[in-house]
């Protein structure tokens, strides 16, 4: 399995104790930066790091901020990715299970450091269970093609 992770200024120190975990268990992976803790935006590593996903270079993503959150949402923007946040053990399950989430969201000020090691690990090794998920992650891929192509929606307006 191949692996990208990547992370803003805030979920800086995760993402190295996240990398020596992957460096540990052998698996291939791609840091697409920040490679310091100095203030950064966050949508650009979560885009770099959904973007390799999408495009087949690699397999999953990590994404890691302070909260977990703002990464999933700008990772969530680019088309085929399924972006969790996981802070626990049994999201990183059903993420994967239940979702077949293609990139783990992470957030350092919230996550139990102490579990960090598990909730990836669970959430790399567990497979998506098909039968009536697949059915419910169809209509997800519906949504995302229905979507894609129209204006956003009026609360954006004040973001031009």
């Keep these: 399995m191949k692996v990208v992770i990547g992370s803003d200024h805030a979920g800086y120190e995760l993402k190295e104790k996240i990398k020596r975990l ?16 100095d203030s950064v935006d ?13 495009e087949g270079k690699f397999d999953r993503g990590i994404v890691v901020c302070g909260s977990g959150i703002g990464v999933a949402m700008a990772a969530n923007k680019i088309p085929g990715i399924r972006a969790a946040v996981c802070n626990d053990l049994e999201a990183a ?3 994967r299970e239940h979702n077949d989430a293609n990139i783990l ?10 579990k960090v090691e598990e909730i990836v690990r669970v959430w790399l090794e567990t497979k998506f269970a ?14 995302e093609k229905k979507y894609s192509s129209r204006k956003r929606g009026k609360h954006n307006e004040k973001l031009r």
């Design 42 to 54: 966050y949508p650009d590593y979560a885009e770099k790091v959904a973007e390799a996903v999408a």
């Design 22 to 37: 992957l460096k540990e268990d052998e698996l291939e992976f791609f840091d697409a930066g920040t490679n310091n803790s």
């Design 105 to 114: 969201a992470i957030g350092e000020r919230l996550v139990d450091i102490d």
């Design 130 to 143: 098909g039968g009536r998920h697949l059915k419910r992650l169809s209509k997800i891929v519906k949504l």
């Design 93 to 95: 399950r059903l993420s």
